[in-house]
């Protein structure tokens, strides 16, 4: 790879000294932060609830499926609605709706009136609201942040969310542990104080987040953008949801790489869902493993983070032949994970797939932030989101069910040659190699 860097005029401030005098970046930092530690809360509490009053996987699943299958299915139309209506207006509105919903939440605990039906239903409005927050927050920092500060940004609030994978369900789990340590043995309702404390923390958070958000003044990205956004009023959602798709489809680029990627997360990232767990049972079925595979992977996907954010035009030649390289690096990393009997190995080579995965994350994500139109980016974002938070998941219940009759290492091996099979097809018959760093484009008119 080779670095290509321009030099800083002599009295322009280093990015990130530049980025962290901008108020505006801060407080949005400050707060997202908060919320992503905050929602690490609710995803030891909310589970740990259902056992508690239930015993019962099924009913564990159902909680997850209410949370998670309104948010793919209503992300695409969260992106219409982020579009029509501002990124900050339905991201501030999202925070304060999980604010009253887990204050409901955390009433019922302490007043022993909590019921599983209720737990069902808050996790049901908590899974459509993310479906609209999701969007939101992702579309937001092009409008607080200068674009040659946008991929630095984007650097910094990746690689923060990424900590807050490792430091939330330590200090929720923990949180918990302490509470319920010093629990009285003849009180019967005492067992959940730890957890009405977990889900405290996470309301706490988005009011918060939400005090921050609204100190952050938003910038208008292009002129021409507003009399998009009012002639959009006119037509309904879902024809703002098919423009946004058909805006995606016609930008050949664009439609070139979310195929590509949805081809990666049905036949590799959902399967790797399911293998993860069956990696850890294979070494020496114990949790403690399952843990550190998944702390590894994670503290290798913030190390590629950190470095795209220190090196941002770190490219071979283009952005797509980098993108196409990684892959294919990524894919022959796979194959040994089937074979090996204890977890260091294991371990070591889910962080090197988790670095060059987090660097890709960042260099992608603010590719689709530079080049897709404002009135847009809602949309397109929506649409990137939902094909690695609705297609993984599909893929990964039917890999649960293919894994009956085949062995693990058949299944990395096919995750390792099916990637490699996909980098191939695009390098041959895909202009993906030829994606260079993005422009920002214009809607259609009418969009």
């Not at 990137?384 to 609705?390: E, K, L, P, Q, V």
């Amino acid at each position: 790879m080779q670095t290509t860097n321009s030099q800083s005029p002599p009295n322009e401030a280093p990015a990130s000294n530049a980025l962290f005098q901008d108020k505006n970046f801060v407080w949005m930092l400050i707060g997202g932060i908060t919320s992503m530690l905050g929602d690490q809360f609710t995803m030891i509490a909310l589970p740990w609830l259902v056992l508690q009053l239930s015993n019962d996987a099924a009913q564990l699943g159902l909680a997850l499926a209410l949370l998670g299958v309104p948010r793919a299915v209503l992300i695409l139309i969260g992106g219409a609605v982020v579009d029509r209506y501002s990124p900050k207006r339905v991201l501030m509105l999202s925070k304060h709706i999980n604010t009253a919903l887990l204050l409901i939440l955390i009433f019922a605990i302490l007043s022993a009136h909590i019921q599983l039906w209720m737990l069902h239903a808050i996790a049901l409005a908590l899974g459509i609201s993310t479906a609209f927050s999701i969007p939101s927050g992702s579309s937001m920092l092009p409008r607080v942040v200068s674009k040659e500060h946008l991929q630095k940004a984007n650097g910094m609030m990746l690689s923060l969310r990424q900590v807050t994978f490792f430091l939330g369900p330590i200090m929720a789990g923990g949180l918990i542990a302490l509470i319920d340590h010093n629990k009285t043995s003849t009180s019967t309702n005492s067992t959940y104080y730890g957890i009405a404390a977990a889900f405290a923390f996470d309301c706490f958070s988005y009011a918060f987040s939400a005090w921050t958000l609204s100190r952050v003044q938003v910038r208008t990205l292009d002129a021409n953008a507003n009399p998009h956004k009012e002639s959009s009023k006119k037509t309904g959602l879902l024809t703002d949801t098919i423009d946004g798709l058909r805006y995606c489809w016609n930008d050949v680029m664009l439609r070139t790489c979310f195929l590509y990627w949805s081809a990666i997360a049905f036949f590799v990232m959902g399967p790797l869902q399911i293998a993860m767990p069956l990696l850890a049972q294979h070494i020496n079925n114990s949790a403690s493993t399952l843990g550190l595979l998944g702390g590894t992977h994670g503290a290798g996907t913030l190390v590629g983070m950190v470095f795209a954010s220190v090196f941002p035009r770190l490219r071979l030649g283009n952005l797509g032949r980098t993108l196409l390289l990684v892959d294919a690096i990524i894919a022959l990393l796979f194959a040994p994970l089937g074979w090996v009997d204890s977890s260091w190995p294991a371990a070591s080579l889910l962080f090197v797939i988790g670095l060059l995965g987090g660097f890709l994350h960042v260099a992608v994500f603010t590719w689709i932030q530079s080049r897709v139109a404002p009135n847009m980016l809602g949309r397109t974002m929506s649409v990137f989101m939902f094909i690695f938070m609705g297609i993984g998941p599909i893929s990964a219940a039917i890999t649960g069910y293919v894994m009956q009759h085949f062995s693990l290492s058949q299944l990395f091996g096919a995750s390792s040659v099916l990637l490699l099979v996909i980098v191939i097809i695009a390098i041959i018959v895909t202009p993906l190699k030829q994606m260079e760093e993005a422009k920002p484009q214009q809607a259609p008119a009418g969009s």
